[in-house]
């Protein structure tokens, strides 16, 4: 991952917050972003593939990883992004249904942090090889993509790096 | 009024090179739980109905067994995700019998088993994690094995967990995906298979006697990927059967079928075909109750449609 990577993450994240027509999901809906602490610490974004909703098990790896997470994050340190899948259905059918599916999944895992709806199919590149998460640091660049699920050592290394 | 609002399609003349007979089947919606914008289902994955019309649903999104009325009307809950008595951790297949709920867990070896006011009794430990089930009666299950790490048969323990005996399948690659089945049992104990991964439908009795053989949609082999050590089969030939009451077997086709996970072929305890319906939506499965009404998924699992299947 390169600085250009960081900094566009960062742009789009927040940028298509005005520019294009994002949805919040549940409580998290509408969640103004903290802004003020934004460039001074690590972050996380959570690239969320909506075909993994078909397949409990690969959510496994997400939710582990996410039960383990400091609280600071869990409740302004990250965001998630849902990708739709190409459907055979109409766009609105298809955002429907992954709104719904997410907010079930939100409410029994207790997930805290904003999960947004990516409607026009902005991160769809970035989850082409299934659900991944970035590791931002204090300015919005990429530290490390890790592609879920992730193995132990990976696990490992990016506690490791989050944590220094 | 809920009911009755739509009258599906389907119905599919036959093919006269299958010997089949000149009839059709409308479907008719009569129910449907779960729609857009309520909480009702958020994916439903395994459904069953009891003889009151009560049905049962697993819902794989939240962790939990859920159960409507006949008129679809929300009822109870129970569930979360955990480990515990009475937790999820995916929730997958449901059967009944006439006094417990049974639910099975992605790849776990266990059966959990309910009453009917959705409480938690007891659970059933199994060899290997579970394909299929079918509930016999109170005191008999029926398992195939998800195939990778069990057998290549269908088993049949009491509700201790205890094997009572074996019917072995048509022989295929040892310890593979690639024997994959769902099955049904009729009332006289006949077993009916559809191989997951294999144009392949076949009919025991219950001596475990191979009655007959069918090829129906002509694919030799699927495409395959090996993970690891594992060989994956990537595309599913048929992915469920239900029988109904006169005996008739319904085999939900999938990838490979004109309307991918939508055509159901209808066979007769003969295995001969006797027509095919074209569910309006995709579906993974399908179940069939003891009044003959038909339930299948819509809406990518957050609705469960129940049909009338009328004949014309």
Same mark, same amino acid.
Request: contains cysteine; aromatic residues 12%; proline residues 4%.
């Given at each position: 991952?390169?600085?250009?990577?960081?900094?566009?993450?960062?742009?789009?994240l927040?940028?298509?917050?005005?520019?294009?027509?994002?949805?919040?999901i549940?409580? @998290?809906?509408?969640?103004?972003?903290?802004?003020?602490?934004? =460039?001074?610490?690590? $972050?996380?974004?959570?690239?969320?593939?909506?075909r !993994?909703?078909?397949?409990?098990?690969?959510?496994?790896?997400?939710?582990?990883?996410?039960?383990?997470l400091?609280?600071?994050?869990?409740?302004?340190?990250?965001?998630?992004?849902?990708?739709?899948?190409?459907?055979?259905? !109409?766009?609105?059918? @298809?955002?429907?249904?992954?709104?719904?599916k997410l907010?079930?999944?939100?409410?029994?895992?207790?997930?805290?942090?904003?999960i947004?709806?990516?409607?026009?199919?902005?991160?769809?590149?970035?989850?082409?090889?299934?659900?991944?998460?970035?590791?931002?640091?204090?300015?919005?660049?990429?530290?490390? +993509?890790?592609?879920?699920?992730?193995?132990?050592?990976?696990? #490992?290394? =990016?506690?490791? /790096?989050?944590?220094? | 009024?809920?009911?009755?609002?739509?009258?599906?399609?389907?119905?599919?003349?036959?093919?006269?090179?299958?010997?089949?007979?000149?009839?059709?089947?409308?479907?008719?919606?009569?129910?449907?739980?779960?729609?857009?914008?309520?909480?009702s289902?958020?994916?439903?994955?395994g /459904?069953?109905? !009891?003889?009151?019309?009560?049905?049962?649903?697993?819902?794989?999104m939240?962790?939990?067994?859920? +159960?409507?009325?006949?008129?679809?009307?929300?009822?109870?809950?129970?569930?979360?995700?955990?480990?515990?008595?009475?937790?999820?951790?995916?929730?997958?297949?449901? *059967?009944?019998?006439?006094?417990?709920?049974?639910?099975?867990?992605?790849?776990?070896?266990?059966?959990?088993?309910?009453?009917?006011?959705?409480?938690?009794?007891? $659970?059933?430990p199994?060899?290997?994690? /579970?394909?299929?089930? +079918?509930?016999?009666?109170?005191?008999?299950? %029926?398992?195939?094995?998800?195939?990778?790490?069990?057998?290549?048969?269908?088993?049949?323990?009491?509700?201790?967990?205890?094997?009572?005996?074996?019917?072995?399948?048509?022989?295929?690659?040892?310890?593979?995906?690639?024997?994959m089945?769902? =099955? *049904?049992?009729? &009332?006289?104990?006949?077993?009916?298979? %559809?191989?997951?991964?294999?144009?392949?439908?076949?009919?025991?009795?219950?001596?475990?006697?191979?009655m007959?053989?069918?090829?129906?949609?002509?694919?030799?082999q699927?495409?395959?990927?090996?993970?690891?050590? $594992?060989?994956?089969?990537?595309?599913?030939?048929?992915? *469920?059967?239900?029988?109904?009451?006169?005996?008739?077997?319904?085999?939900?086709?999938?990838?490979?079928?004109?309307?991918? &996970?939508? !055509?159901?072929?209808?066979?007769?305890?003969?295995? #001969?075909?006797?027509?095919?319906?074209?569910?309006?939506?995709?579906? $993974?499965?399908?179940?069939?109750?003891?009044?003959?009404?038909?339930y299948?998924?819509?809406?990518?699992?957050?609705?469960?449609?129940?049909?009338?299947?009328?004949?014309?």
């Amino acid at each position: 991952m390169t600085m250009k990577l960081g900094d566009w993450i960062i742009v789009l994240l927040f940028g298509c917050l005005v520019f294009f027509h994002f949805r919040g999901i549940d409580s @998290a809906a509408g969640k103004d972003l903290p802004a003020g602490d934004v =460039f001074d610490r690590k $972050h996380l974004l959570f690239i969320i593939d909506f075909r !993994d909703f078909s397949c409990m098990t690969c959510l496994d790896s997400f939710l582990g990883l996410y039960r383990q997470l400091p609280s600071r994050l869990k409740s302004s340190g990250a965001w998630g992004i849902l990708v739709l899948k190409e459907s055979e259905k !109409d766009d609105t059918s @298809a955002s429907w249904i992954a709104e719904k599916k997410l907010r079930g999944f939100v409410r029994a895992n207790r997930i805290t942090f904003p999960i947004l709806v990516d409607r026009e199919h902005i991160f769809k590149g970035m989850a082409e090889k299934g659900s991944c998460v970035l590791l931002l640091d204090g300015t919005g660049s990429c530290l490390h +993509k890790y592609d879920f699920p992730l193995s132990g050592d990976q696990f #490992e290394e =990016f506690f490791r /790096v989050l944590n220094n | 009024m809920r009911f009755f609002l739509t009258l599906f399609m389907v119905v599919v003349p036959f093919l006269s090179g299958w010997g089949a007979v000149a009839q059709s089947v409308v479907l008719e919606e009569v129910l449907t739980i779960g729609d857009l914008d309520d909480d009702s289902l958020f994916q439903w994955v395994g /459904v069953v109905a !009891d003889p009151e019309g009560n049905i049962y649903v697993t819902d794989a999104m939240d962790y939990s067994l859920k +159960k409507f009325d006949k008129t679809g009307n929300f009822l109870a809950k129970t569930g979360r995700r955990g480990q515990g008595p009475g937790e999820f951790t995916a929730p997958r297949l449901l *059967d009944c019998s006439r006094q417990f709920l049974f639910v099975t867990e992605q790849y776990q070896p266990v059966i959990k088993v309910f009453d009917k006011t959705l409480q938690y009794r007891f $659970h059933i430990p199994l060899a290997g994690p /579970v394909g299929d089930i +079918k509930v016999l009666d109170d005191d008999m299950v %029926a398992v195939a094995a998800l195939s990778a790490r069990g057998g290549n048969h269908v088993a049949f323990y009491d509700l201790s967990g205890r094997f009572v005996k074996t019917i072995p399948l048509s022989p295929g690659p040892s310890r593979s995906l690639m024997n994959m089945v769902s =099955f *049904d049992i009729d &009332s006289r104990g006949n077993l009916y298979v %559809a191989y997951n991964f294999a144009d392949r439908i076949e009919k025991f009795d219950c001596s475990g006697q191979k009655m007959w053989s069918k090829k129906m949609l002509g694919i030799d082999q699927v495409k395959k990927k090996k993970i690891s050590s $594992h060989i994956i089969p990537l595309e599913i030939v048929y992915k *469920d059967v239900a029988l109904d009451r006169s005996g008739n077997l319904y085999v939900l086709g999938g990838k490979f079928s004109r309307n991918r &996970s939508r !055509d159901v072929y209808v066979l007769n305890p003969d295995g #001969e075909l006797l027509w095919s319906l074209t569910l309006p939506d995709t579906s $993974h499965c399908i179940y069939i109750d003891g009044n003959d009404f038909l339930y299948a998924r819509a809406n990518e699992g957050i609705s469960l449609k129940k049909f009338k299947m009328v004949s014309k």
